[in-house]
């Protein structure tokens, strides 16, 4: 099993930066992939960023190219999501997630363990 703990999430203005962490806990060891989603009222939940515990992938929804950067650190087994000019449309309900299965990092099906999520609103 592993364990996922997000953190960082906030009021922010429009233009603003936020930061979210995930932290994993458990048999990391296991893990192919991680990736950070989100959930706007009413709407499905969709992917925003997955790198895979290697580092070496690392994939961006096209709303959030260039505005948000995800990276990993593997010593403290956490994930980061750094959100930049942020936009009232990148409110939303944001979830950390991991996964051992390979395959295509936006396959929302494939990930296993997921976050408590942690809220992320824009004004404008």
């Known amino acids: 099993q592993v364990q996922l703990v997000e953190s960082g999430g906030g009021l922010v203005q429009a233009g603003g930066s936020l930061r979210l962490s995930c932290a994993a806990s458990?048999?990391?060891?296991?893990?192919?992939?991680m990736g950070w989603f989100r959930q706007a009222p009413g709407k499905e939940r969709e992917f925003v960023a997955g790198?895979?515990?290697?580092?070496?992938?690392?994939l961006y929804a096209d709303s959030v190219k260039g505005r948000f950067t995800i990276s990993r650190d593997n010593a403290k087994n956490t994930v980061y999501l750094q959100m930049s000019s942020l936009k009232p449309e990148d409110t939303a309900v944001y979830y950390c997630?991991?996964?051992?299965?390979?395959?295509?990092?936006?396959?929302?099906?494939?990930?296993?363990?997921w976050g408590q999520g942690t809220q992320v609103t824009v004004s404008s």
């Open positions: 997630a991991a996964r051992s299965a390979i395959g295509a990092l936006t396959a929302l099906s494939l990930y296993k363990y």
């Open positions: 790198i895979t515990w290697s580092g070496g992938s690392i």
């Open positions: 458990g048999r990391t060891f296991s893990l192919y992939a």
